[in-house]
């Protein structure tokens, strides 16, 4: 089994592939704590399986989310596995995106991370004993154009848990930093008005977005591997690669998409 424990929470669940993955946890006979802001999608998953438990969170508000860690451990038990992929993807110029949208992005994206590591994965590294995945993106290393804000975020998760890595190297808690490029889910269409990046849309047009599906089975694969850091397709890896030795060429090649 990919997923350690008796015990697994989700953030982002209600869409995506947080909701996937929640769904997956839930069928392989894990209690499941499906944390997001979106009640009405929270409801529909827990209609599904008996053995999930659905609370309305921000992952933003550490309070918010000490007290949803302490309802989870009274209410289902101490949490195993941890997948954080709530985030939102706002797609505007920089100079088009406020000060305080573009701190709200960063309290969403990476400050929630910070909020789970700190309340989860400490108690697992207390314990010496735990699995934790973090959604970070290509999008914090691959740049983009009317992605800035976003992309800073994403920027900072990657590095944030990779450093967090190398500090935890001797416990036995696995860490796994999961950086996909653009997939097809509703994230993603929050990235395509008319301000956001047009090879955004396009691929989305085309039907070039990567599967969810498919991304959740390459971590999976990722999990059973113990890798560290997972790129979950070819396409994430050229990019990669791309991005650290032709970075010039790169981006010639992604203004050109934009125009």
């Given amino acids: ?20 993955i929640a769904l997956r946890m ?16 929270l409801e529909e998953i827990s209609r599904k399986y008996n053995n999930i438990y659905s609370l309305v969170c921000d992952v933003s508000s550490y309070e918010e989310v000490s007290k949803s860690i302490k309802d989870i451990e009274e209410n289902i038990g101490e949490i195993e596995s941890i997948v954080h992929a709530a985030a939102i993807m706002p797609a ?18 990476y400050g ?12 697992m590294i207390e314990k010496d004993s735990g699995q934790a995945i973090f959604f970070g993106s290509i999008a ?22 990779e450093i967090l890595q190398h500090e935890i190297k001797d416990s036995g808690v696995h860490i796994m930093l999961v950086q996909p490029n653009a997939v097809d889910t509703p994230l993603i269409n929050q990235a395509l008005g008319e301000e956001g990046p047009k090879n955004i849309r ?8 990567s599967d969810p599906l498919q991304i959740v089975k390459s971590i999976e694969k990722g999990l059973r ?21 032709f970075p010039k060429a790169l981006w010639s090649i992604i203004e050109k998409s934009n125009e």
């Fill in 202 to 209: 396009a691929s989305k047009e085309t039907g070039r977005l």
């Fill in 1 to 20: 089994m990919s997923y350690i424990g008796s015990v697994g929470l989700v953030t982002g669940a209600s869409s995506g592939m947080g909701k996937i």
């Fill in 112 to 123: 929630g991370t910070v909020n789970l590591v700190h309340s989860v994965v400490r108690k």
């Fill in 92 to 109: 505007k110029p920089i100079l088009s995106t406020s000060p305080n949208k573009t701190m709200n992005l960063m309290d969403i994206n």
């Fill in 225 to 245: 591997k113990k890798k560290l850091i997972l790129y979950p397709n070819l396409e994430a890896k050229i990019l990669t690669l791309a991005r650290r030795f």
């Fill in 140 to 161: 914090g290393q691959v740049l983009n154009t009317g992605l800035g804000p976003y992309s800073a975020t994403k920027s900072a998760v990657n590095t944030y848990v």
């Fill in 26 to 41: 839930a069928k392989q006979g894990m209690k499941v704590a499906a944390l997001d802001t979106n009640q009405k999608g």
